[in-house]
């Protein structure tokens, strides 16, 4: 039986082909009867823990691209002159409106977590990264959901620090869907002054991160 592994965290071009499971996936030896659904193409997908490393297993790479359609974020901290971009929720956002966020949003089917990073921050700053330049973070667990949190320098001077506060939303680019920019404001923010700010979980340590990596 030859299986695809995924490890959360890596990209999916790691994704390992295993005749045999490994140590990463004996769990498996167990579950015996998620296998055999495996097999005869009942669920896509199987997701397992071994030493705290969260493993999606499956038979086809389309298995694979159904996990992360379903689970997986991906966000990125793009980094200019020691600042970090942020951006803020609408007012009107379902989820913790007028919180501080990252570029960042779902993973498409049949895209790496990488290129949804990159697709997002052309998408919500207007700010182009190449893919290859992209430092990965961490992978944090939502409870559910997983997200990969990239780091990028940029040189671009797209939404500039000098702008007026009130005046910034409209230096966002416009959502297609939306009619409007997905967020209402933006900042660099600094490691000084990182605490004035209210973000959605994980946010606040990425941005950390990410800084004392191009510190």
């Not at 890596?10 to 030896?29: M, Q, R, V, W």
């Not at 913790?96 to 895209?111: K, R, S």
């Not at 667990?141 to 671009?156: I, K, P």
Request: aromatic fraction near 8%; include cysteine; hydrophobic fraction near 45%.
């Amino acid at each position: 039986m030859s299986l695809l592994v995924f490890r959360v965290g890596d990209s999916l071009s790691n994704i390992a082909h295993l005749d045999h499971p490994t140590h990463a996936i004996n769990e498996l030896g167990g579950r015996a009867n998620d296998v055999e659904r495996l097999q005869r193409g009942e669920v896509p997908f199987l997701m397992i823990t071994s030493d705290d490393e969260h493993y999606v297993v499956a038979l086809t790479r389309e298995g694979i691209d159904a996990f992360v359609s379903r689970h997986m974020v991906a966000a990125v901290v793009v980094v200019r002159d020691r600042s970090a971009l942020i951006l803020q929720r609408g007012p009107t956002a379902p989820w913790m409106p007028l919180a501080w966020n990252l570029p960042g949003g779902g993973v498409d089917a049949g895209e790496t977590t990488e290129e949804a990073a990159v697709r997002e921050a052309y998408e919500e700053a207007g700010i182009p990264l190449d893919p290859h330049a992209l430092t990965f973070l961490h992978t944090f667990n939502g409870g559910g959901w997983f997200l990969d949190v990239y780091a990028a320098r940029t040189a671009a001077r797209a939404l500039p620090t000098s702008a007026p506060r009130d005046a910034r939303e409209a230096l966002l680019p416009i959502d297609p869907k939306l009619g409007h920019p997905e967020s209402c404001s933006y900042e660099w923010v600094t490691a000084r002054n990182i605490d004035e700010f209210h973000f959605v979980p994980f946010v606040k340590e990425a941005v950390l991160r990410a800084l004392r990596q191009y510190a």
